[in-house]
T-cell receptor, first 115, second 110 residues
Framework: DQQVKQNSPSLSVQEGRISILNCDYTNSMFDYFLWYKKYPAEGPTFLISISSIKDKNEDGRFTVFLNKSAKHLSLHIVPSQPGDSAVYFCAASDLNAGNNRKLIWGLGTSLAVNP | DGGITQSPKYLFRKEGQNVTLSCEQNLNHDAMYWYRQDPGQGLRLIYYSQIVNDFQKGDIAEGYSVSREKKESFPLTVTSAQKNPTAFYLC?????????FGPGTRLTVT
């Protein structure tokens, strides 16, 4: 059963516009959320994270929003650039899991930014 | 410079042979992880280790084995019992929750 869901397998946007990638989770014990970016045949790279005590975190063109009541988070990229074309993974963690702490991953959304 | 090394980038083996994938990190991270990615799928956790000499099975551990004798190293052995070993294998390490990934090894078994 998928605890972290990225319901859109793909997204296409025009260069300069906003990209919005969505992620839903089911486990209310998750309290830390991360976004990763992955190019083909490479390892994912960490992009941005948010703790459950916040509802927004911003880093340059990237902003993550968290709605705890809806168990939903989103990644906004503004403005989108062709180099942003990649697969984006949402991941969640239960900080109270102790030695069993690990990331739970969504299946990813493939973003294509068209020039 | 600091990072995670996986070697080789591409690996070819005959069916029935065991193969060991290397993962080394110099980030001084306690935790290390092995994932597998198949086309069109996300990252699936094979094994993870939070500390030296200890490791836990992930979601798809059958047909794989690991060791964690040193903090810096977490090799993964793909055994002949793994029914579909051809995949892209990713190693990661972390100090808290942000995991840092190596470049991956593409294993092809024929």
């Amino acid at each position: 059963d998928q605890q972290v869901k990225q319901n859109s397998p793909s997204l296409s946007v025009q260069e300069g516009r906003i990209s919005i990638l969505n992620c839903d989770y089911t486990n209310s014990m998750f309290d830390y959320f991360l976004w990763y970016k992955k190019y083909p045949a490479e390892g994912p790279t960490f992009l941005i994270s948010i703790s459950s005590i916040k509802d927004k975190n911003e880093d340059g063109r990237f902003t993550v929003f968290l709605n705890k009541s809806a168990k939903h988070l989103s990644l906004h990229i503004v403005p989108s650039q062709p180099g942003d074309s990649a697969v984006y993974f949402c991941a969640a963690s239960d900080l109270n899991a102790g030695n069993n702490r690990k990331l739970i991953w969504g299946l990813g959304t493939s973003l294509a930014v068209n020039p | 410079d600091g990072g995670i090394t996986q070697s080789p980038k591409y690996l070819f083996r005959k069916e029935g042979q065991n193969v060991t994938l290397s993962c080394e990190q110099n980030l001084n991270h306690d935790a290390m992880y092995w994932y597998r990615q198949d086309p069109g799928q996300g990252l699936r956790l094979i094994y993870y280790s939070q500390i030296v000499n200890d490791f836990q099975k992930g979601d798809i551990a059958e047909g794989y084995s690991v060791s964690r004798e040193k903090k810096e190293s977490f090799p993964l052995t793909v055994t002949s019992a793994q029914k579909n070993p051809t995949a892209f294998y990713l190693c990661a390490s972390s100090s808290v929750d942000e995991q840092y990934f190596g470049p991956g090894t593409r294993l092809t078994v024929t």
